[in-house]
Structures are given as C-alpha cells and as structure tokens.
C-alpha cells in the first residue's frame, strides 16, 4: 500500500452492552456455549462493519473475542493459570491503590512450559468473512507478557528467570506471525505497553514495574537494561520473517509530577531504531508527550509512524480540522506514505472498558474525514 495518511485502528473496540451481559452470563453458567457464540459473532460483525462505514482503511475485528489484549493468551497456549491477584500477594489491593495502578483481578500466571497453540488466526479467520479490505491482527509482545505473567514462586519451576520465560514465549509469537501471515493478514501489530510505560521510569522504575515488582517479585533492571531486553525480545519474534507488515504498538500516560514529562519516546533512541518494525504506532493526543516531528526524524529509511490522531480517554469527538494539526505535526518531517493515522490506543483493552461505540466511531469518521483533507494538501 503506497497511499498517504492510510487510517486503522489500534486494535480494541469497545464490547456491545449484550456482549458483556452475555460474558457475565456465560460465565456464571447461566447461557448456553451456543448463545455465547452468537453474541460474539454478532459483535464481531457489528464492529467490522462500523469500521468499514467510517471509512477505515484497514481492519481489526475488535478485539471482540478477548477478555483483554493481554490476558486472552491465557486462555490459548496452555502453560497459564489463571488467578486472582490476591493469591499473587495477600495485599494486592493496598499495593494498587498506593501506586496509583489500575490492573484486572484475574491475572494469567505462567505455571508450566508453554506449548505452542493458535493465538489469534482463528479470529482473524471468523472475521475476515465481514470484509475484503486489509486486515491487522494485534498480539501481547514478550517484555510484556514477561512482566505481566512471571510470578517468583508459581513460575519458578517451569522458567527460573524471566527471561527463560519471555524468550520462550518470543519463539511461540515468531511461529504465530506466520500462520497469520499464511493465512492473509497484512499487518500484524505487536503491542508494547510496558516499553512504552518504561519512559516514566530512571534510576528508579516507573509505577507499573513497581507494582508488578510488589505483586510478582520481578525486579527492576535499571532503564537501559529494561530496554535493551524489550528491543531485543521483539527482535527474536520478527527474526527472519518476511511478507506480512509489522508494527509495534506503545502506550504514553504522561505524569505531571513526573521529571520525564513532556518527554517521548525519543528518551528509547537509539536503542529504538534496532528493532525490526516496519511501524511505530504511537500516542500523541495527550499533554506532555514530546514531539514527534523529533521522532521520526530520526527513523531509518521506509519505517513508518502510526500517530495517534484522536483521544481514547474523553468522549470529545475531535473534528477533522484538529486532526489535520495533529498530524500535520509530522507533515515535512516523513513522507506522507509513510504517515498512518490512527487513535492514540484501544478503545478498551479490556472486556469490561465502556468507550461509548457511537463516539467512538464517530472519532473514526473524523480521522478518515481528516485522511481525505491530508491527502488533498500534501500528497
Ligand atoms: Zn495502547
């Protein structure tokens, strides 16, 4: 694809208000596997369709199927145990509530070797019936998923290290890229929260180590380990794969009290630029997330940006105009092939995150409206 300012989405959508009614449902026992499935089929279609409407460029189906965009790998390779953040440490609720940190009870926790297992292609294969256009398909990266799941007393005897554990898991990514890859997807986008989290962090770590250091008893490496580790286990997903795009996705919350506000993602330069991506999809709408006009200055030849062009966190529908600045922000300093545009992040990671659908789209339509206005101007 060579056209300029193409729109996606990031991944999640929010959930239909039946979907999560039918999850609670189904969980209790109370709804058959059948209407379940149903219900997921339905949303699946609903948000495929809605994206296609407001114009988007390439697809996701949602992200419908999953509890959440981390904790759904659970459910498919077998290795996890799913456990209520109590039994990770008694004090768990204390722990979240002195730092600040919001995180799902239910917490998939590494007990056994992993085997490999699909993770998302029979997904993409229920969704790609509700549209010809491109799809991305999005999946949890290893520094990540080591984080969220090594636990220092149920994980030891399966991986003794961390990273034991974030390595193997690398490997089974690297082999699920390419059966989605084999089976159509164009784009396949791995989700990097925690780098992304790490530029809140220095000598000391940024609030989500912490927490996961309080609960799973995983230390802090110092900045430039954590990151060296981070760009390094992306590396060992893409090795040697070719044929499909790949894109890698952070978050940014900036912290007023923090000394690293107004700073982005250039505090990972240079050690960003070895990983082998074809994309960085990036927050921006917020204050006090740099500039990337300085970022993508600095990208090799080819690699694009993904900027995020309108809010996930309030239910202002931006309009196209605002768009537009957004990303003219990057306009002159990439070309406009290599700029995509794209909300900041998921509309709800989570099953249970209540993003109105009807604003949400609305935000689409502005992004693809502001696309229209881009390309007029300047490509
Ligand atoms: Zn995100």
Known sequence: MTQAFTTTVVGSFSRPRELIDATKAHSKGELSDEAFEAQLEKATRDTIRGEEEAGLDVITDGEQRRSSF????????????????????????????????????????????????????????????????????????????????????????????????GYAYAKFLRKEVLRLRDAGVSFVQIDEPMLGDLTEAGDKPDRYRQVFYELYGQGYRGFKEELKLAVDMLNEV?????????????????????????????????????????????????????????????????????????????????????????????????????????????FAPGMFRTFPREIAFAKLKSMTEAAGILRKKHA
Not at 98 to 124: C, G, P, W
Not at 271 to 281: A, D
Not at 313 to 318: F, R
Request: aromatic fraction near 10%.
């Open 238 to 346: 893409v090795k040697g794969v070719s044929g499909v795009k790949i894109g890698v996705h952070m978050d940014r919350w900036p912290n007023k009290d923090s000394p690293y506000f107004d700073l982005g993602y250039e505090r990972f330069l240079p050690e960003l630029l070895e990983v082998k991506t074809s994309q960085w999809v990036l927050e921006y709408t917020s204050q006090g997330t740099g500039d990337p006009a300085k970022l993508v200055r600095a990208f090799p030849d080819g690699v694009e940006i993904g900027l995020g062009v309108v809010s996930v966190q309030n239910y202002e529908v931006e309009t196209p105009e605002q768009v537009v600045a957004r990303a003219e922000r990057v306009v002159g300093s990439i070309e406009p092939e290599r700029i995509w545009l794209n909300p900041d992040c998921g």
């Open 70 to 165: 981390v904790g759904f790998v659970g459910d498919k390779i077998p290795g996890f145990k799913v456990m209520h953040i109590t039994e990770l440490n008694p004090d768990a609720m204390e722990i979240l509530k002195r730092n600040k940190v919001q995180l799902t009870y239910m917490r998939a926790v590494v007990t056994e070797e992993l085997k490999d297992a699909v993770i998302a292609r029979d997904e993409f294969e229920k969704a790609r019936r509700y549209s010809k256009k491109p799809f991305k398909v999005t999946l949890p990266a290893p520094y990540l998923v080591m984080w969220e799941s090594w636990h220092k007393k149920h994980s030891k005897e399966a991986y003794p290290a961390p990273e034991d554990f």
